[in-house]
């Protein structure tokens, strides 16, 4: 079967038939997904946006994979089913990247099963694209996620000209973003002044309220954060959840797991990203009865359970970063705590921290007893002394 049939062209194929998509600071809808058909999924899958991918329900985050075991637990979520692959060149220190690359290098098809979804820091430099590339194996990505954390327009623009120039150069096949800050902020930017640019995006859903009407810590932004992501699938945008608790929810068994992941479909997202690091949870996912992705009313008490036993999880909704009067970084702070403290990865935590630079300490140590940050926070995470406690666990 050629590539053009099972879903996936060559650079050449590609080249040809979007060039010229792309014009006018807007990505148009994708020609190779109007004129070929994906092979179809093993498992219960829904339509990412323009895409038009036939992404599964429940796709798989390479946060946590690394060196054999990692390619060994990619490659059995492949042949499960599994169909949508995120990664990026800062998981585990760049090991996550490595352990995919070599699975893509060892068989091809393997690259051919899936849409790889790659996040970018840095869209405008072409090293950095390059680099994870060339460790894949692959010639292109099929998403790029680029990260957009604060409502900037500067950086929107930059974004928006990055992507379109790697696009007509073949490296990447649909546009997207990543934001971990604010992230209703952020979505409603992107809504008023580029609503048809992105492809996908990938978004925290931990604001996703709980099911069967349960009370909510912050019922207004999280009815905000719902239309915001139903607006964007209006708008053609492929919604990736992550950061929702699925990997917690995971830990706990099927019966929490799968609750917990139509609650999160139900809200609006086109796929349940979650951390998947062991062939167990592999047969886990496999397992699932997603073929209704509606919730039944035993699903709905149980997600609902699980939203509640994580009422104290950081919204990622940026209100303790805007309200502090000395920009420290605070939800950035609150989303490495967060790694650390309720996932346990401490080298990510450290990791992440590291990439805010050496000034942050400086910052931090001025907090005095400022509580402008603990008052803005809606579910009383941060503070002063939070952050501090953070800066010494990992500085």
């Not at 945008?237 to 999160?264: C, D, N, W, Y």
């Not at 699932?288 to 509606?294: W, Y």
Request: hydrophobic share 40%; charged share 25%.
């Amino acid at each position: 079967m050629s590539r053009a049939k099972n879903g996936h062209l060559s650079r050449r194929e590609f080249l040809h038939t979007t060039v010229g998509v792309v014009g006018a600071g807007v990505a148009g809808p994708s020609l190779w997904a109007a004129q070929t058909t994906p092979r179809k999924p093993l498992l219960p899958a829904g339509v990412l946006g323009r895409t038009r991918y036939p992404a599964t329900l429940v796709s798989f985050g390479a946060i946590l994979i690394s060196e054999r075991q990692g390619t060994r637990v990619l490659k059995a979520a492949i042949d499960a089913g599994i169909n949508l692959v995120h990664t990026s060149a800062t998981y585990v220190r760049g090991r996550s990247i490595a352990a995919i690359g070599d699975l893509f290098k060892a068989d091809r098809t393997y690259r051919e099963k899936v849409l790889l979804c790659l996040k970018s820091f840095t869209p405008d430099k072409d090293a950095e694209l390059d680099g994870m590339l060339a460790t894949l194996g692959t010639d292109h990505t099929d998403v790029l996620l680029s990260t957009m954390d604060e409502p900037n327009p500067a950086r929107l623009e930059t974004i928006q000209r990055a992507q379109e120039r790697l696009r007509k150069a073949g490296k990447i096949r649909y546009t997207g973003f990543v934001c971990h800050g604010d992230m209703n902020g952020v979505c409603e930017m992107v809504l008023d002044k580029a609503p048809r640019f992105f492809d996908a995006a990938l978004l925290s859903t931990v604001m996703v309220p709980a099911p069967a009407g349960k009370a909510h810590s912050a019922t207004a932004k999280s009815e905000q954060f719902i239309r915001n992501l139903r607006a964007l699938r209006r708008n053609g945008v492929g919604v990736l959840s992550m950061k929702s608790g699925a990997r917690e929810a995971l830990t706990r068994g099927p019966q929490v797991f799968q609750a917990h992941v139509k609650a999160i479909l139900e809200a609006g997202a086109d796929t349940v990203l979650t951390s998947i690091s062991t062939v167990d949870q592999v047969e886990m996912v496999r397992k699932l009865d997603l073929r209704s992705p509606a919730s039944s009313p035993a699903e709905r008490q149980t997600a609902a359970e699980f939203h509640q036993s994580r009422a104290g999880a950081c919204l990622m909704c940026g209100d303790c970063r805007k309200a502090c009067p000395r920009g420290v970084p605070v939800n950035d702070l609150m989303r490495i705590r967060m790694y650390h403290q309720e996932y346990g990865w401490l080298d990510h935590a450290r990791d992440e921290f590291a990439l805010l630079g050496p000034h942050v300490r400086d910052l931090v140590a001025g907090c005095g007893d400022c509580t402008a940050c603990a008052h803005a926070c809606p579910v009383g995470l941060a503070g002063a002394g939070a952050i501090r406690g953070i800066v010494e666990a990992l500085a």
